[in-house]
């Protein structure tokens, strides 16, 4: 949350720009859900390598380059990323097996590795600081000077504006996971409560709502709507088939 004196100066753009990037942002480490743990990696990595030395009598070629040698997210969790240990095997190893002593060779695969690790996490990070820094800066590009003094911003967190086009052919996928959505609402409850039903797209409320009344015709909508315009709302009630509104 931006600490209340911000507020009061109506010339804050740069300070709250400031406070989120340096301050509030950082303590959430949300680069770690895109980095590896080096240490983890590197440990296990040795452990491989000693492993598979002592089964192997003839030195492997190598074909992998080291750009091949990526971080992959998996799951997303803080420092779970991992790389491909067999490739980083075949690159930081093999190619050196003939011309170090096994331990050395370990030694500088494992040093090698994690170099690598080290430039894959900061490439990360400039990636997440990058976006950070765009998503802080759109927020506040529509931003008038006056706009918390006049009370004109209101930032719902509990809501995402999703991208349907005007057709389904905009975006398939979407209004396809939508449609199955109000499938399964519509065959568990008698009704639903459309959300700020004004900033859906007529066209996609429409199909959805005529949808859930073609599996159970009784079903009640239950609409927040403010679109400010009495003519528009009825516009909405007529065609979505509104039971009642949220006001």
Partial sequence: MVPSFFILDLG????IRHYLLECELPRYRLREYYQCHVDELCEEFRQELIKEHAQISDVQQCDAEEHKLQLK??????????????????????????????????????????????YLNQLQYDKVQK???????????GCREDVYFRRELVQWSDIVKLRFGTCYEDCPALWDYMKEYTRLVATTFHGCRLDNCHSTPLVVAQMLMDYAREINPNFYILAELFTGNEDTDKIFVNKLGINSLVR
Avoid: P
Wanted: aromatic letters at 6%; hydrophobic letters at 35%; glycine letters at 4%.
């Fill in 131 to 141: 976006n950070l820094v765009q998503a802080v800066d759109n927020a506040l590009a």
């Fill in 73 to 118: 997210h998996g799951t997303y969790k803080r420092l779970k990323a991992k790389v491909d240990l067999q490739i980083a095997g075949q690159i930081y190893f093999y190619k050196h097996h003939s011309q170090s002593s096994s331990s050395d060779a370990v030694d500088q695969a494992c040093s090698s590795l994690r170099h690598r690790l080290l």
């Fill in 12 to 15: 804050c753009a740069n300070s």
